[in-house]
């Protein structure tokens, strides 16, 4: 049973019903997640309502349970069902999960704003920070929601989207400045081979699913240009201290940066060839252009959406990040990426510390 709310008489959200919005790899696999958790709060959870953008992919999870396009070979559960109306999607739902491309989450939020039950818990999915307001996306929720930092909660780390639904075992973070809110969620997705721990950490959980993205770009134009595995090792070891640094100085915590959401995320982007960005890292490095490799891709590659908010945000905080501005002068077109070696590792001779 619903209660009317202050906030335009909207009804409280159904802490049965979750709403993902995004019908992607990542958001289809969250679904099934959702919809297969062992936990006694998951199983609570008996409807699932995905937001598709296009009508065949909703038609096919609701006629076939699956999402060939993303997940092919993959069984979603009954309790997930898709629609193409983002509105009906949110209505009513106790959490939402937000599921899209990092440039799409400010207009996706306002087109559903006054549908979303005014108690709802809005989780984050995304790895990427808004271009032109240089915002992580708890901050792009904020703004457009009037979110209480209570009602958002961030997920993120080692999370290939085709392994998880594959069941093959997986960990992951889930941060929110609320400890209560971080462990409903949490609650909700626990199952037999996904398995959530709870931080408190915002900014690093947020940064080190952000930031990984373009140091896998860097390592995938490692593979293109056919280097071996000390240059890959490097730049990802370097890669973690530089988003290390960045984390810090926005507020967040260096421990968070060696757990899964940071370290964790940053292997298993930077080493699978499911990673979509070390993938079009790959194809820059054989000689593609920025778009070439956008267009021989079916999904969104958020390091290069992402570099150039990076790279504003460190000069701005004063933090030296020589591989993400590397990345950034590739996907602008103002450095050849076989000009690029020298420019990934490219600060001067210092001892090596923690944050170094």
């Known amino acids: 049973m619903t209660h009317a709310s202050p906030q335009g008489l909207r009804p409280a959200g159904d802490p049965a019903v979750v709403a993902v919005l995004g019908a992607g790899s990542w958001g289809t696999a969250f679904a099934r997640v959702l919809g297969t958790s062992t936990s006694p709060e998951g199983a609570r959870a ?26 092919p070979g993959i069984e979603l559960p009954a309790c997930v069902r898709a629609v193409t109306d983002a509105r009906e999607a949110v209505s009513g739902a106790g ?35 808004e271009r032109g307001t240089d915002a992580r996306p708890s901050q792009v929720c904020a703004d457009v929601l009037g979110l209480a930092a209570d009602r958002f909660a961030v997920v993120s780390g080692p999370n290939l989207a085709l392994e998880i639904a594959r069941g093959e075992p997986t960990a992951t973070v889930v941060a929110s400045t609320s400890a209560a809110t971080a462990e409903r969620v949490a609650a909700l997705t626990a199952g037999r081979t996904f398995r959530p721990y709870t931080n408190t950490d915002v900014v690093g959980v947020e940064i080190g699913g952000i930031v ?32 290390t640094r960045l984390a ?22 930077c080493a699978s060839p499911l990673s979509r960005n070390r993938s079009a890292g790959r194809l820059l490095g054989t000689g593609m252009g920025v778009d070439e490799a956008v267009a021989a891709m079916n999904q ?14 460190a000069r701005a905080h004063g ?38």
């Open 212 to 243: 990984k993205n373009v140091i896998a770009l860097a390592v995938g134009i490692c593979d293109g240009q056919g280097l071996g595995d000390n240059s890959k090792a490097s730049i990802i070891t370097r890669g973690l201290a530089e988003t």
């Open 300 to 313: 969104t590659a958020e390091g290069l959406k992402s570099v150039s908010a990076i790279v504003h945000v």
């Open 319 to 356: 933090v030296e990040m020589p591989i993400s501005e590397a990345m950034d002068r590739v996907v602008a077109g103002s450095v050849d990426v076989h000009h690029l070696a020298g420019l990934l590792l490219g600060r001067d001779l210092k001892s090596e510390g923690r944050t170094a």
């Open 95 to 129: 959490v939402v999960v937000v599921a899209v491309p990092a440039q799409s989450v400010r207009a996706t939020l306002e087109s559903v704003a006054d549908a979303i039950a005014p108690d709802a818990v809005v989780v984050s999915l995304v790895k990427g920070l």
């Open 46 to 71: 008996r409807e699932v309502v995905v937001w598709s953008r296009r009508a065949e992919v909703a038609e096919a999870v609701n006629r076939d349970h699956a999402n060939p396009e993303y997940l």
């Open 248 to 269: 810090v100085r926005l507020g967040g915590d260096a421990g968070t940066l060696a757990g899964l959401a940071g370290l964790g995320d940053l292997v298993a982007t």
